[in-house]
């Protein structure tokens, strides 16, 4: 897999990464691993679904930071500093769109622990 990004945008497969591990390190030294069951398999829904919740309030707050703290350029001919907007993109749409497809993620996940699956 390739994973293509300009500026922080890595930030946003780390951060899930991050959220990911730490909550299912939370359920593993708070909750006790037990063998895994269809009960268990939909817990992990509502643990992934809430990695992308957190994972898109992290995003938002990294974009809302690089949007309101542009980049100052000196342009060498003029000596003259300008203000250049920071450009921030993982697989090549901008972190405000990745805040509402995380968002999506997170519900989708929310909506496949509620009505669980696998065999009755």
Known sequence: MIL???GWGIAVFFAWLLWLVSLVGMV???GGHQPVSVTEAEGFDWLVGLSF???ALSVL???RY???HPRHVVDPATERTCLVANVDDF???PLRVWVYLLLAAALG???AG???YGPD
Do not use: V
């Open 61 to 63: 707050g990294i974009d």
């Open 66 to 68: 690089r949007r309101n």
């Open 4 to 6: 293509l990004w300009r």
């Open 28 to 30: 593993i030294a708070f």
């Open 114 to 116: 509620i009505l669980g």
């Open 91 to 93: 697989m090549l749409l």
């Open 109 to 111: 996940m929310g909506i």
């Open 53 to 55: 919740a957190m994972t």
